[in-house]
């Protein structure tokens, strides 16, 4: 046979061959395509899911081929669920979708229906535990939950929770214990003139029992509002911030 003939030859079974293989992969990967999902499985967060939306997620996926099911779908249905914040949809040949959930970590209160995330996203979910209501202009959520935290150490001395934290249109802060105490904080150094306030507190529990305001709006102390005598500690100088 000539070099020539012999070099068409071998290229031909080699094109040969590569067809096949290209037939045998597509004819593989289309049979298992078209058997169905037997199960979704789901992991991470998802025990904080409600069972029962996961179990009708689940119901209606199973039974469906494979090719007909797009995972990007998958996982915006996943993600209009109470509680989930993100996920991610695998798919496990031959018959099984892996749904990984990201959940909400709740922080606060938001309104009657919708909760503020320890990442300051608001969400639509129930909880029946004690959470902190947060109160403020729509769209202010996230800044609130980064100022928490360390609203909440000053607050520790009090011993006594915080119940409200409210923002104001002029961003000025306020808190009101589960007392009912309100707390006027102003809108700037929130934190120090609260753990000034804190740092009293033994000195002026009893006065402060029957207070329903204290104004830290001053430079210098804070003044308890609502008793018989509104009486500062000490005397307040300058203008309120």
């Known amino acids: ?39 979704v499985s789901f992991a991470g967060d998802a025990g904080r899911v409600p069972a029962a939306d996961l179990d009708r997620l689940a119901a209606g996926l199973r039974g469906r081929e494979a090719r007909d099911v797009a995972l990007p779908a998958v996982r915006d249905a996943v993600r209009r669920l109470p509680w989930v914040r993100d996920c991610t949809v695998r798919r496990l040949f031959p018959g099984t979708l892996k749904v990984t959930i990201e959940a909400h970590e709740p922080l606060a209160r938001w309104d009657e229906t919708r909760l503020v995330s320890a990442r300051g996203e608001v969400f639509a ?8 209501r947060f109160a403020g202009p729509e769209g202010t959520a996230a800044e609130m939950a980064a100022a928490w ?11 006594i929770p915080i119940a409200e934290l409210r923002l104001s249109e002029r961003r000025a ?21 609260l753990g000034r306030f804190a740092a009293a507190w033994p000195q002026i529990a009893a006065e402060a029992a029957e207070a329903t305001r204290a104004d830290l709006r001053y430079p210098n102390g804070f003044a308890l509002r609502g008793i018989a005598r509104a009486k500062p500690r000490p005397a307040p100088r300058g203008a309120r911030a």
Do not use: C, H, N
């Open 1 to 39: 046979m000539k070099p020539a003939a012999s070099i068409a030859l071998r290229a031909a079974v080699a094109l040969a061959a590569t067809a096949l293989l290209a037939l045998a992969t597509w004819y593989g990967y289309d049979s298992l395509a078209r058997r169905p999902i037997v199960a």
């Open 125 to 132: 979910a129930s909880f029946e535990g004690e959470l902190p």
């Open 149 to 159: 935290p360390g609203i909440r150490r000053a607050a520790e001395p009090l011993a």
């Open 173 to 193: 802060w306020q808190a009101r214990l589960a007392s009912g105490l309100a707390i006027d904080l102003g809108r700037a150094q929130v934190e120090a003139r």
